[in-house]
């Protein structure tokens, strides 16, 4: 029942109805890839690439390479701090200039359950240094709170369900904005340590409304040194 119930929400979510503006009439995709690689039982470094177009797989939007250095608190609490740089085309169809981000974040994680249901909270403070042509120079501080799920179907698939809201402050200049990205999608263990995931994401920032298919691969690597028995 559970596996019957993860697939019809997921079909509701991909059947949402889209809305007539040009940038909001097209499908566009959300590729990323991510990797974890563990140091110690409490150290690891996370990876991450990704990247936007306007429609699927065409006319760039954005990518990102993204650096994290991640710390255990405990089984479930966990801290980190990121560096990323961002290539952003912020025109959709227009040949204008693109923005250079220098990104700066901390951020802490908790997991727990709730009846028996996996719960994952994340919490992000971000510094983006926007570099704009000409004297046009942007500083960001943003706040991101993100509150999501993983189900497991089998073995092999599982469901993931997150939402997350995102807001400016301290802006350098008023333009700050609020964001919020509700993602679903269908995972498959490839092995124990890759996973893909196929999914929806509708995000919704500066009155736009967007619709984006997302297609992931994140994967796991232990660098620890194996005890020998």
């Known amino acids: 029942m559970k596996y019957y119930i993860a697939i019809l929400v997921f079909a509701i979510s991909i059947n949402t109805t889209f809305s007539q503006s040009p940038v909001e009439d097209e499908l566009g995709?959300?590729?990323?890839?991510?990797?974890?690689?563990?140091?110690?039982?409490?150290?690891?470094?996370?990876?991450?690439?990704?990247?936007?177009?306007?429609?699927?797989?065409?006319?760039?939007?954005?990518?990102?390479y993204k650096l994290y250095f991640n710390y255990a608190l405990t089984p479930k609490v966990t801290t980190t701090l990121a560096y990323g740089y961002a290539d952003i085309d912020s025109g959709f169809e227009t040949n204008g200039p693109h923005t250079f981000e220098n990104r700066l974040s901390e951020q802490i994680g908790y997991k727990h359950k709730l009846f028996k249901l996996?719960?994952?909270?994340?919490?992000?403070?971000?510094?983006?240094?926007?570099?704009?042509?000409?004297?046009?120079?942007?500083?960001?501080?943003?706040?991101?709170?993100?509150?999501?799920?993983k189900i497991k179907l089998n073995k092999t698939l599982f469901f993931r369900f997150h939402n997350e809201y995102l807001t400016t402050f301290g802006s350098s200049k008023v333009d700050a904005f609020s964001e919020n990205r509700l993602y679903t999608a269908l995972g498959?263990?490839?092995?124990?340590?890759?996973?893909?995931?196929?999914?929806?994401?509708?995000?919704?920032?500066?009155?736009?409304?967007?619709?984006?298919?997302?297609?992931?691969?994140?994967?796991?690597?232990?660098?620890?040194?194996?005890?020998?028995?």
């Open 188 to 229: 498959i263990n490839v092995t124990k340590a890759v996973n893909v995931q196929v999914g929806y994401l509708y995000r919704t920032i500066k009155s736009l409304n967007l619709h984006r298919l997302q297609l992931g691969l994140y994967y796991k690597v232990d660098l620890r040194k194996k005890k020998e028995s």
């Open 118 to 149: 996996p719960i994952d909270h994340r919490l992000r403070i971000e510094h983006r240094f926007l570099n704009k042509t000409g004297p046009n120079n942007v500083t960001h501080n943003r706040l991101r709170y993100r509150l999501g799920t």
């Open 29 to 64: 995709s959300w590729f990323t890839l991510y990797g974890s690689h563990k140091v110690s039982d409490k150290v690891s470094v996370s990876t991450l690439i990704q990247a936007w177009d306007y429609e699927v797989a065409d006319k760039f939007n954005f990518i990102l």
